[in-house]
């Protein structure tokens, strides 16, 4: 069993920036990478980022591509989004997940709670 929590989620004017943070309770496998989902009210849950256990690989959601950045720390078992240029749209509970990776919740095992970004226009 493998924990995550997420931190770093609050409210931002559009334009601004958040970084968030997720913590993993242990190491993950060698074949398991870490991605990023995002909820919004009253749509089903999608793909943000992922990124391989050696950060070699980073995929992203066209939505969110050249604003965001995920990036991971195995040190501290931590995996980061870094969000810039915020738009309203991008109001969501953000998930953290571990699995065999990929850009579909199929590929993920564990979840984090989740931490809600609210960006105001």
């Known amino acids: 069993q493998v924990q995550l929590v997420e931190s770093g989620g609050g409210l931002v004017q559009a334009g601004g920036s958040l970084r968030l943070s997720c913590v993993a309770s242990?190491?993950?496998?060698?074949?398991?990478?870490m991605g990023w989902f995002r909820q919004a009210p009253e749509k089903e849950r999608e793909f943000v980022a992922t990124i391989t256990w050696n950060g070699g690989v980073t995929v992203y959601a066209d939505s969110v591509k050249a604003r965001f950045t995920i990036s991971k720390d195995n040190a501290k078992n931590t995996v980061y989004l870094n969000m810039n240029s915020l738009k309203p749209e991008d109001t969501a509970v953000y998930y953290c997940?571990?699995?065999?990776?990929?850009?579909?919740?199929?590929?993920?095992?564990?979840w984090g709670q989740g931490t809600q970004v609210t960006v105001s226009s």
């Open positions: 242990r190491r993950t496998a060698r074949n398991y990478g």
């Open positions: 997940a571990t699995g065999r990776g990929g850009s579909t919740e199929l590929g993920y095992d564990y």
